[in-house]
């Protein structure tokens, strides 16, 4: 993962937004894949409400929330520094017992506004390294969290990170096959097109120019085998 010495640095990012606005997740509908995490998260550590956020440069983007108060539970963004921003500066889980009482956390918006006390948080970073959010439970009152509680709150954390993960070789996977359509059929289209050109050629010169650039064709679909099936060049495919 990245290192910051401020959440401040770490939002704002350039590479870190980038990574985090590919993956699609920012201001989009929330999923059961996602929310019943959340919701077995609140039932075992018995902690009210449960976040899976999305870090972007001036909010934070909930892309699952259970138990959260209005206008939270519909707006489902907080703006300003959260407890989260702190939490991705690491990779270890971040635990607060009373915010209230903690220099680094009394002054956050979800403490003075929403009467966040505790917290327990897990850093979710993509494979890239960069650090998209943090899988969380809050709770209003004092909390002493047990390392059991941590430990399932990880895996939930793990199975959100394996969840976004997918969806992200899949658009890899789909980007990929739309790449590799396009670079074999621009050159079948070119052989179809002066194929077609050569009928109508009225002079020897016309057919040598069609026959080059159907030649330059078949040698962008050689280069296409060569390179994607591994087939060398001169050999025969299938």
Do not use: Q
């Given at each position: 993962p990245q290192k910051w010495s401020h959440p401040a640095e770490m939002v704002?990012?350039?590479?870190?937004?980038?990574?985090?606005?590919?993956?699609?997740?920012?201001?989009?509908?929330?999923?059961?894949?996602?929310?019943?995490?959340?919701?077995?998260?609140?039932?075992?550590?018995?902690?009210?409400v449960s976040f899976f956020s999305v870090i972007d440069a001036d909010h934070d983007f909930f892309k699952s929330c259970y138990g959260a108060p209005e206008?939270?539970?519909?707006?489902?963004?907080?703006?300003?520094?959260?407890?989260c921003h702190f939490t991705v500066l690491g990779t270890a889980p971040l635990l607060v017992s009373?915010?209230?009482?903690d220099e680094r956390y009394k002054e956050l918006p979800s403490v003075k506004q929403l009467g966040v006390v505790a917290y327990l948080g897990i850093p979710l970073h993509l494979a890239s390294g960069h650090a998209l959010g943090s899988f969380c439970v809050v709770d209003f009152q004092t909390r002493t969290w047990d390392p059991e509680q941590v430990e399932i709150l990880a895996e939930f954390a793990k199975s959100t990170l394996r969840e976004v993960e997918l969806r992200i070789a899949r658009a890899d996977e789909h980007t990929m096959k739309d790449r590799l359509t396009s670079q074999i059929r621009d050159p079948l289209t070119a052989l179809h097109l002066h194929t077609d050109l050569i009928e109508d050629a009225v002079d020897l010169d016309q057919v040598r120019t069609h026959v080059s650039r159907m030649r330059d064709s078949l040698h962008r679909i050689e280069s296409f085998v060569v390179r994607v099936l591994g087939v060398g060049s001169g050999e025969r495919v299938g």
């Open positions: 704002n990012d350039a590479e870190r937004l980038a990574a985090v606005r590919a993956t699609g997740l920012l201001a989009s509908p929330s999923e059961e894949a996602f929310d019943r995490l959340t919701k077995l998260a609140t039932r075992i550590t018995g902690a009210p206008p939270v539970a519909t707006a489902r963004r907080v703006t300003g520094r959260s407890f009373d915010a209230r009482t």
